[in-house]
């Protein structure tokens, strides 16, 4: 099984620094980022380019994916099938095990996720209150924070920051957030939303393999990533 290596981060109030993220797809909010600053992360959101063929430049490297993520491979899978269940956003419930290929691409990222972020300064987060909560994020340079009101629209944001790549991902309903380094054995994921939960926690998918992600515990689940113990 496949798991993602986390980063350090933290909830702390938007007190303590303040930063937005910004997405051109879904809600059109702005982001923030602290330079200087001892406290959290913020990521943002993306807009379409081609995939980069190399790291030397990380921000650069930053795209919208154009094409969906392959079909997840059912077959393979660490959890029951009817245990990943998705919201249909209509009062109702399917579970993986039941749900067709045009229910799953249609609920696929109904909660867009950012892959492009945009930051401002710790300043630009007057809409903040002091009570809010961040996500924070503290890299080699510089401290970032994502605002909860934020992810509460996105949960999940890619980004490099001082060329690492970091998945920042929050989970509204059981309110976990983790940050993880998004490269697993030399390879750069890209990560999305399911619109499904398993064990009542976002389930993230990634665009290289199509696998299903456990989000609190960023393992893979579902997919070639995830591990054969269970079988359809």
């Known amino acids: 099984m496949s798991t993602l290596r986390a980063r350090p981060g933290f909830v702390l109030p938007a007190l303590l620094l303040l930063a937005l993220a910004c ?21 943002a959101q993306p807009a379409p380019i081609s995939p980069p063929a190399a790291e030397s430049t990380p921000r650069s490297a930053l795209y919208t994916p154009a094409e969906p993520p392959p079909k997840v491979d059912t077959g393979i899978a660490s959890v029951a099938l009817d245990d990943v269940v998705f919201d249909t956003f209509r009062g109702g419930y399917i579970p993986l095990s039941q749900a067709t290929d045009e229910e799953v691409e249609e609920l696929r990222d109904s909660i867009n996720p950012i892959y492009e972020p945009r930051y401002g300064s710790a300043e630009s987060g007057e809409w903040l209150r002091d009570a809010d909560l961040v996500i924070g994020y503290v890299s080699q340079d510089d401290a970032y924070a994502y605002p909860v009101k934020m992810l509460n629209l996105h949960e999940i944001v890619n ?21 993880y380094s998004r490269e697993l054995d030399g390879q750069v994921l890209l990560f999305g939303n399911t619109s499904a939960l398993h064990e009542s926690d976002m389930v993230m998918y990634d665009h290289r393999t199509g696998s299903y992600w456990f989000q609190v515990l960023g393992e893979a689940i579902v997919g070639p990533r995830g591990s054969p113990c269970f079988h359809r």
């Not at 997405?23 to 990521?43: E, I, K, M, Y």
């Not at 980004?159 to 940050?179: K, M, N, Q, R, T």
């Open 23 to 43: 997405s051109r797809q879904g809600p059109d909010l702005s982001a923030t980022s602290p330079s200087t600053a001892s406290g959290g992360p913020v990521q």
């Open 159 to 179: 980004d490099f920051i001082d060329g690492v790549p970091v998945l920042v991902s929050y989970c509204p309903l059981c309110a976990s957030a983790v940050v």
